[in-house]
């Protein structure tokens, strides 16, 4: 079955370091892939998606690139904030109505 | 409106409790989701609503009841809870299939104690 593989946290950094988030997958078929985030005490909320290989998502400063030959999405973003101090899950579409995510990466930004 | 509200926020239940966990959306989305998150981990789907109709039920014991009376509303009932049921309920919706790269919207969930 399909399944994602995300990199162990906690990750502690100083602001305005470069974060990188590793995300790999395993899957049948095609699926989309998407990075969420959860903020302490909130649901979860989308940070970016890709829909088929070398797509580039963006937002908020982080990237991703659907790279189907090393089937990786790792989420990346040059310069953090205190603000970006959050829980990152990788997350692939299973079928019509399922996601199958990673385990989550807490990432903690220091001032 | 693009929020999904759930409530209550926190709930406190005995073993012998019966208690509902309520879910409300306005943005017209066909699709809907209940999720058990415990701390520290990822979500794990519970139940699937589409069109108002029970499509998915990941085997999840009935001593959780969904109901979607329309298509505004989740609801999920609980009765005869055990402690190791504590955790984090979310609810969220999409317009479309997570297929078509639909996004879910996620509320903020209901922080569930079984004493």
């Known amino acids: 079955g399909n399944s994602v593989t995300q990199m162990e946290g906690p990750v502690t950094l100083s602001e305005e370091a470069f974060l990188t988030i590793n995300c790999t997958y395993t899957?049948?078929?095609?699926?989309?892939l998407f990075w969420y985030v959860q903020y302490p005490g909130e649901g979860l909320q989308l940070l970016l998606k890709?829909?088929?290989?070398?797509d580039k998502g963006s937002n908020k400063g982080f990237e991703a690139t659907y790279r189907k030959e090393t089937t990786s999405f790792h989420l990346e973003k040059g310069s953090v904030q205190v603000s970006d101090s959050a829980v990152y899950f990788c997350?692939?579409?299973?079928?019509?109505?399922?996601?199958?995510f990673g385990a989550g990466t807490t990432v903690t930004v220091r001032a | 409106d693009t929020e999904v509200t759930q409530t209550p926020k926190h709930l406190v239940m005995g073993m012998t409790n019966k208690k509902s966990l309520k879910c409300e959306q306005h943005?017209?989305?066909?699709?809907m989701y209940w999720y058990k998150q415990k701390a520290k981990k990822p979500p794990e789907l519970m139940f699937v609503y589409s069109y108002e109709k029970l499509s998915i039920n990941e085997s999840v014991p009935s001593r959780f009841s969904p109901e979607c009376p329309n298509s505004s509303l989740l609801n999920l009932h609980l009765h005869a809870l055990q402690p190791e049921d504590s955790a984090l309920y979310l609810c969220a919706s999409s317009q479309g299939t997570l297929a078509t790269n639909e996004k879910l919207f996620f509320g903020s969930g209901t922080q569930l104690s079984v004493l």
């Open positions: 997350a692939l579409s299973e079928n019509d109505y399922k996601l199958s």
């Open positions: 899957a049948t078929g095609y699926p989309s």
């Open positions: 890709a829909t088929k290989a070398d």
């Open positions: 943005m017209g989305h066909r699709a």
